[in-house]
């Protein structure tokens, strides 16, 4: 059982950065793959961004690649999203998320974090 925790959420100007953190409890984080998801308002959810184990595989939805950067930290059991040059099109509520294998962390993770607003202003 893996418990996720989202912070760092708000409201930002076009062009500006956030950095979004994930806690997490539970056991064995380095074994889960960790991935980011949002949902704007009247869309479904989409998959933004997952990392490997270790930290060397990520991979990025078509829109964020070259904007957004993945990251995690073994010791302190969190995953983080660096969110720069953003855009009004960003605006949404953004998931941590957790699953035993790849593919499924990218399409439908076993573990869900209650989701943290981000906003950004034109």
């Known amino acids: 059982q893996v418990q996720l925790v989202e912070s760092g959420g708000g409201l930002q100007q076009a062009g500006g950065s956030l950095r979004l953190s994930c806690a997490t409890s539970?056991?064995?984080?380095?074994?889960?793959?960790m991935g980011w998801f949002r949902q704007a308002p009247g869309k479904e959810r989409e998959f933004v961004a997952a990392?490997?184990?270790?930290?060397?595989?990520?991979d990025y939805t078509d829109s964020v690649k070259g904007r957004f950067t993945i990251s995690r930290d073994n010791v302190k059991n969190t995953v983080y999203l660096q969110m720069n040059n953003l855009k009004p099109d960003d605006t949404a509520v953004y998931y941590c998320?957790?699953?035993?294998?790849?593919?499924?962390?990218?399409?439908?993770?076993?573990?869900w974090g209650q989701g943290t607003q981000v906003t950004v202003s034109s």
């Open positions: 998320a957790a699953d035993l294998s790849y593919y499924l962390v990218r399409r439908t993770p076993t573990y």
């Open positions: 990392i490997g184990w270790s930290g060397e595989s990520t």
């Open positions: 539970g056991r064995s984080f380095s074994r889960y793959y």
